[in-house]
């Protein structure tokens, strides 16, 4: 069960390439007794796409997140929220 909730909003804005992007990460319990990464992203205004991965442990689910966050942070996404 998830104990600490976690949510993450990053934007990734660039006008000279006519880009406005969003990423969004939360970990949230799931109905069989463990935790999802639900993963929401597209252009900033629009409801995106969504994925779905889960996980035994909140730890894997965090893990996954920070990977994520790093990856996107050097793709030049910065956290808003």
């Given at each position: 069960?998830?104990?600490?909730?976690?949510?993450?909003?990053?934007?990734?804005?660039?006008?000279?390439?006519?880009?406005?992007?969003?990423?969004?990460?939360?970990i949230?319990?799931?109905?069989?007794?463990?935790?999802?990464?639900?993963?929401?992203?597209?252009h900033?205004?629009?409801?995106?796409?969504?994925?779905?991965?889960?996980?035994?442990?909140?730890?894997?689910?965090?893990?996954?997140?920070?990977?994520?966050?790093?990856?996107?942070?050097?793709?030049?996404?910065?956290?808003?929220?």
């Amino acid at each position: 069960m998830t104990v600490q909730p976690y949510r993450l909003y990053i934007e990734r804005i660039d006008p000279s390439k006519n880009m406005a992007r969003f990423y969004a990460l939360s970990i949230e319990p799931n109905l069989f007794g463990g935790t999802s990464l639900v993963r929401s992203w597209g252009h900033i205004g629009s409801r995106g796409q969504q994925k779905i991965n889960i996980f035994d442990s909140e730890a894997k689910a965090v893990d996954l997140l920070l990977t994520l966050l790093r990856r996107k942070r050097s793709r030049g996404y910065r956290v808003i929220r």
